[in-house]
Structures are given as C-alpha cells and as structure tokens.
C-alpha cells in the first residue's frame, strides 16, 4: 500500500477554466477538467449531515490525484466546489476493484456472520465467481458505509470514537471525508508515521482504548486494526478502512477479532514505551468481551 500527496498546485489559483465564477445554469456539460457532482442518485450518509457537504445539483467535482494505492481498493482525493460560492467539500473517493483484479485472499473469515438474500447470489459469493466477487466487491463498500454511518452517529454523541464522515455510496465507489489538510491536500498521518513524547503516546493510547470500547460497546470489531490504518488528526485518532468490520455477535470468530485488534494495536504503544499496566492487554481484552456481550 502507498500513500501520496497530491502536488500543491493543484490547490492554487482559481478552478479550472473559471469554473468558479461560472453559473452552472443552462450548462449541459460543467467546466472543462470537472464532472457534475454525483450526490443526486447515490446514497447518502447520515443526519445531521455537516454543513460542508455539498448536496446542489450544480456542484461539480474535479479529482487532484491519487491519496492512497492499496490491493482492494485505491483512494482519490476530490474537491466537490458550487461555482460562483466558494463553497468546498474537500473528499477522498475510495474506489474498490472491480471482481478482475481485487484480491480475496482473506475475505472469508469476515464475510462468515454475513448473508445476502438469493442463494444465488451467496453461492456465486462462496465459490468466487466473477459475478460472486463481484458482489463481495460490493459488499465490502456498503459494509464500510454503513460502518462508517453507524460510528460517525456514536462519535458526534459520545466523542470517544473518530471516523471519517460517509458522505455518499454509488456502486462500489464511497465518497468521504478528507482527513487533512484541505489546503494542500496532504492527508493526516497514519498513526505509525506519529512521534511524540511519553505523555502524547499515553494520551493516544486512551483514544484507542475509548474507541475499542466503543465499537465492542456496538458488538463490532474493527477486524483489521492497526497503527496502518489510523490516522492522527489535530491530536485525535481517526479510525479508517472498515469494509471488514465484524458482528462480533453474528460471526462465530467474533472474539478472535476483537482480541486481535487490541493485541495488534498494543504490541505497537507497548513498543513506544507505554507500559505494561498501562495497557494490560489481557484485562483490556477480557473487558471488551463483556463490554460486547460475548460472556
């Protein structure tokens, strides 16, 4: 997986072909080097929606390049603008791979607990067709969305948890929002590119163990948590990549995910000199099982 910034002059100057100070009345094509925004006919994230995202009609977006590269899926950063208003959403497209190319090398384990309606369609899952990854495909992004939906909702009424907020799902295309700078485009570090004092890396680890409690609190595991896939954002944890998400409930493995998130992600504060009962991996476990349900 790789990151990138996307190039700064991207960000300077006025929108292509002065988008900004044109009408999009009356225009059947928007300007040269954008698209019309793909609110309308997509699914939407969740109420109270944030005033910055931008729901006109007349909104159009332009892509500024690649954020992040990775086996399922890449991610594009898009300033979504109205013309003439200055009003910007600055969101990070993330697009998963079509059944040709994604990899489905450890989809199982999270997709048990999980069932679509047609047995059809759960036996082309089960045997990896091409219509069957399709359909995983597609699975994954609405399982993200609806994740991140879920989680987002929490974090605006408790704070203990960060996510970035869904703004839009159309096929296997999830529009989000940009964790970073919406000036430069440079995203948030990950939480393994973070280096701070002892007091920094005590007061992170809290955040994480507030944001597991949280998500065992809903019966869910991240699935896949790590240093890699969190982002530190103005001092705070912003959890990313759930399209793996567990019901600790449903699948069977339900605790083994969640006791592997909190061994992966403690094994890394524990290396930065956070110490051990501090973390006590064993007793954080054990609470989030009966934070969960699961004893």
């Not at 793996?244 to 409930?249: E, Y």
Request: include cysteine.
């Amino acid at each position: 997986m790789t990151r990138g910034r996307v190039p700064a002059a991207s960000f300077e100057g006025p929108h292509p072909s002065g988008a900004d100070a044109a009408s999009p009345a009356g225009l059947d094509t928007p300007p040269p080097g954008t698209e019309w925004s793909t609110w309308e006919g997509s699914l939407h994230g969740p109420d109270p929606r944030p005033d910055w995202v931008r729901t006109e009609a007349g909104a159009v977006d332009t892509e500024l390049g690649v954020v992040k590269t990775g086996k399922e899926a890449d991610v594009f950063l898009v300033r979504r603008h109205l013309p003439g208003t200055g009003e910007v959403s600055m969101l990070a497209a993330k697009r998963y791979r079509d059944g040709g190319h994604r990899m489905f090398h450890r989809d199982a384990g999270y997709l048990e607990g999980r069932r679509v309606r047609r047995s059809r369609e759960m036996r082309a899952m089960t045997r990896r067709t091409a219509y069957g990854k399709e359909l995983i495909a597609g699975q994954w992004a609405a399982a993200e969305f609806d994740a991140l939906g879920r989680l987002w909702r929490i974090g605006a009424e408790t704070g203990l948890v960060r996510v970035p907020y869904p703004v839009q799902l159309l096929g296997t295309e999830l529009m989000l929002e940009f964790i970073g700078d919406w000036q430069t485009g440079v995203a948030a570090p990950r939480l393994a590119q973070v280096r701070t004092d002892p007091a920094g890396y005590a007061d992170l680890w809290r955040q994480m163990v507030d944001a597991l409690s949280t998500l065992a609190r809903a019966q869910v595991a991240h699935g896949d948590l790590s240093p890699y896939n969190t982002l530190v954002c103005g001092g705070r944890l912003v959890l990313i990549d759930l399209p793996q998400i567990v019901d600790v409930i449903a699948n069977p493995r339900g605790a083994e995910f969640l006791d592997r998130d909190v061994r992966t992600v403690a094994a890394w504060f524990a290396a930065r000199g956070v110490p051990p009962e501090t973390i006590d991996v064993d007793g954080l476990a054990e609470r989030l099982r009966a934070e969960a349900g699961l004893r």
